[in-house]
């Protein structure tokens, strides 16, 4: 990772779980820390800097790392550092003995060294039980015999207590307004988060007490709590996910809605917070160990992050979890799943590769400690660049659908590789068996299988179906893409008048505006001036669709940063024509495409189409037969 990377990464105190140092318990999200029976408040440069040196597990943590993640960069003088870093040792001496020491390093930075190690065992990484019990290594030879059977990851996972049960009691939320509006919205969100774990298939627990501080009941593992307040126009959720048994707050959110707009809000909360609840829950099946509240915190985070697409914070969670638990394989996954995001979003192709061999180092330690992880498997098919690598890409991303079929990332990732080489008969049968599952991720899988429906069926089958879309702005944003590109251009200029949003730049709404005018009226060559920061694929559709061939040739043909190149694009209806012309295989050819085609027989569906004035497999042969004929160089 480079420093940039780390560097945006920072300390976010909401976002981060609670944990146990020494004989004192940290609340970073409150900003306080618990000793005994009363209550200390940190402030929260204080508690970053602690934070961060936690983190660093016993490493030192040099003044330039402290000044990058604690004061965001900010030139700072020494004094500014060093009165930080006495209020931390002054945090130690808060009990007797002190709960940690606080070292200087000479000429590097700080070291924090936990008093008392057995206190903070559940935070450190867990050793091979062969190291911490010498008399057991009979039964590891046995264990070691059972590795080439691939079975070994059952024989030493820890039988799972009871309370692990993934139970969730969810706590009425507490309007924080005395007004009807607030009070309603606030017993309307608790509903909405029980109906989204029951979508997910989470079980739930009755409440024993209404109150958020009562004991849980049900014998449920977790407990969910929150507040709903409606200042400034605004409706805000805060959400917190706690240990029952503890009452650790191992995740917490907040969202906010303008007053107006908090139709659905319940229901886009619930399905939130199941979500993040589902991809810890997913990872401890297929692997079943125990978990302490920091792991389970870390998890909830990490996942959370990587669901918003928050990858560098994902990749930080990640590093927290490998340490704690580097026995682990979800971990490693995740961060190799990250990684590789990371890679997509640079156009330094030399950095990007550098961290998609991480990425694929990383998910291989995971399949070395479980063969049958499909997120791994995952990891190693988003390790390859898009636009290209189809086969090894489906390859892997198959194994995963294979070993669970309820994954429904490695669903969606298949359906963009079958549209990135042309099978779009095929990207919708998976679509629509994905949106038949109970996950709630299903979302991006229901938005395919509407674009999809649009694409083959048209704009009037694709409307009927947006009506399954529970999140209110991912149905907006597919009424948007059918009355662009799917229905007639009189009709979908008005109908995109009232569809869209503030945020939506004027160029943009004066680009689709002009193109669709340009359509009732083709062959219109170019494309109006406010169209020149769209994506490449739809600057391809636009020209297309307005009959200059010739332009769309030229924008496909051009130069394009390898992270932004896909080939969705060429397979949409409104490019039959550009795939009928005679230049469109050589363009193919050159990308890849006809060699994918050919040589796994997975041709693309418009191959199959009878007034195709050519046929694919003559023209991939004669490709193939210049290809032999060409001497080495």
Known sequence: MSAGHEAAMGVDLALEADFVL????????????????????????????????VRAAGGTVTRDTLVALCWGGRIVSDDAVSRIIAKVRALARLTDPPAFALETVPKVGFQLIVADTAA?????????????????????????????????????SLPIPPHQNGRVEVVAFEALQ????????ASTMSAGIVRGLARAGIETAPAAVPKADGPAGGGAEFRITGTVERPDGRATASVQLLDSRSGVVLWSMRDERPAGAVAGFEDATGEHVASVLQCMLEDRRAYPTVMDAATLGNYFNGCEAMLVGAYPRAVEFARRLVRQRPDLPGPHAVYA???????????????????RREARASARKALDIHPRYAEAYQALAISHPHGRDWGAREDYVQR?????????????????ILRETGRVRRARAVAAAAVTGADPRLGG???????????????????????????PGMARALRRQIALWHLPPSEGRATLLTLFEPHHAPPYRACLDKHLAAVERPPVRGLPAECARLPRGWRIRMLARQGDLDGAFVEANRPEPAPSYTTVHFFQPELKAFRADPRFMPLANRLGLVDFWRSTGRWPDFCSEPDLPYDCRAVAAGFATDAARKPAS
């Open 178 to 185: 005395s007004d009807a509006q607030t009070r309603r919205l």
């Open 22 to 53: 020494g004989s004192i318990q940290v609340r970073p999200s409150a900003g306080r820390i618990l000793i005994a029976d009363r209550t200390v408040r940190v402030e929260p440069r204080v508690m970053q800097v602690l934070v961060l040196l």
């Open 120 to 156: 903070t065992a559940e935070n450190q990484p867990s050793r091979p039980i062969w190291l911490r019990r010498p008399r057991a290594l009979a039964a590891t030879v046995a264990i070691l015999a059972l590795v080439c059977a691939g079975l070994v990851w059952r024989i030493v």
């Open 337 to 355: 799943i990250a990684l590789n995001h990371i890679a997509w979003s640079t156009d330094d192709e030399a950095e990007a590769e550098a961290l």
């Open 400 to 416: 995963a659908r294979a070993l669970d079929p309820n994954f429904t990332p490695a669903h969606l990732y298949y359906i963009s």
């Open 445 to 471: 899988a229901l938005f395919e299988a509407v674009q999809l429906r649009a694409e083959m069926d048209g704009a009037a089958a694709a409307l009927s179906e947006v009506n399954r879309v529970r999140d």
